[in-house]
């Protein structure tokens, strides 16, 4: 597993915050396949915006029939 959760963005609870790698992305604009609107979150308490416009793609695993989890994510 690549990544941990977060938490939630401080201004949009709507919005998850995982960290990959080490990086700390919020996850917006899900298009049904992948996060197509994510952000860095960088300073005091993770509440400032760094890069813009990333990608990110959860990867899946299926764990029973018909019933999968996420067990990564990979920026695109």
Do not use: S
């Not at 990959?20 to 899900?30: F, Q």
């Amino acid at each position: 597993m690549n990544f941990k959760n977060v938490g939630k963005w401080w201004n949009d609870h709507n919005v998850k915050l995982i960290e990959i790698d080490g990086t700390v992305y919020a996850l917006h604009g899900w298009n049904g396949e992948e996060f197509t609107d994510c952000w860095e979150c960088v300073g005091d308490d993770l509440m400032d915006v760094g890069k813009t416009g990333i990608m990110i793609r959860p990867i899946y695993e299926e764990v029973e029939e018909d019933e999968f989890e996420i067990v990564g994510y990979q920026i695109v």
